[in-house]
C-alpha cells in the first residue's frame, strides 16, 4: 500500500511541476501570437489602407487569450490575461492607444518598434520556458520521490 501511496504522491508532484511549467509556456505563446499579429499589421499598414478595425477582424489567431486583446482594441480598454504584468500591460498598452493616428510611415515606424520590443519579449519568455520547465518537472518529480522514500 505504501508502495502505490508513494509512486502516486510521485506522479501527482510530477504533474503538478508540469502544470506550473505551463503557465510560461502561455505567456511564451501570448508573446508568439501577439508577434504574428504586430507582422501582420505590419504588412495591412504598408500594403493596404484598410481601417484598423478590418485588419483586427481579419487576422485569425489560434490563441484563446490573445483574441479578447485584439476585439478590445477597437472598442477601448485592452483586455489581458493575469499573466501579464503591469510593465508588458503598459507596452501593449500604449501601442494600442497611439495606433490608428498618424500616417502611413509613422503607423510603420511604430509597428515595427512594437514587432522589435515582443520579440525581445518573446525570447525572453522563450528562455526562461525553457529554464523553469526543466526545472520545475524535476524538482516535482525529485520532491515526491524524496516524499515515497521518507514513506518507505
Known amino acids: 500500500m505504501k508502495t502505490v501511496t508513494g509512486l502516486v504522491i510521485v506522479l501527482l508532484s510530477t504533474v503538478l511541476g508540469s502544470l506550473y511549467a505551463s503557465k510560461f509556456k502561455k505567456k511564451r505563446d ?4 501577439l508577434e504574428n499579429f504586430a507582422v501582420y499589421l ?3 499598414i504598408s500594403f493596404s489602407a484598410s481601417p484598423l478595425k478590418t485588419v483586427v477582424g481579419s ?6 487569450e490573445l483574441a479578447p486583446l485584439l476585439n478590445s482594441v477597437t472598442e477601448g ?15 501593449i498598452g500604449r501601442f494600442f492607444e497611439k495606433l490608428g493616428k498618424s500616417d502611413r510611415t509613422n503607423e ?3 509597428t515595427s518598434a512594437f514587432v522589435e520590443e515582443i520579440k525581445r519579449k518573446k525570447e525572453e519568455e522563450s528562455g526562461r520556458y525553457k529554464r ?4 520545475s518537472v ?3 518529480f525529485f520532491f515526491g520521490l524524496a516524499v515515497f522514500i521518507i514513506l518507505l
Open 132 to 135: 523553469v520547465a526543466a526545472l
Open 59 to 64: 487576422f485569425r489567431t489560434d490563441n484563446e
Open 77 to 91: 480598454e485592452a483586455v489581458f490575461p493575469e499573466y501579464i504584468t503591469e510593465d508588458e500591460r503598459g507596452i
Open 42 to 44: 505590419k504588412r495591412e
Open 108 to 110: 510603420i515606424e511604430l
Open 138 to 140: 524535476k524538482l516535482g
Open 30 to 33: 501570448y508573446f508568439v501570437s
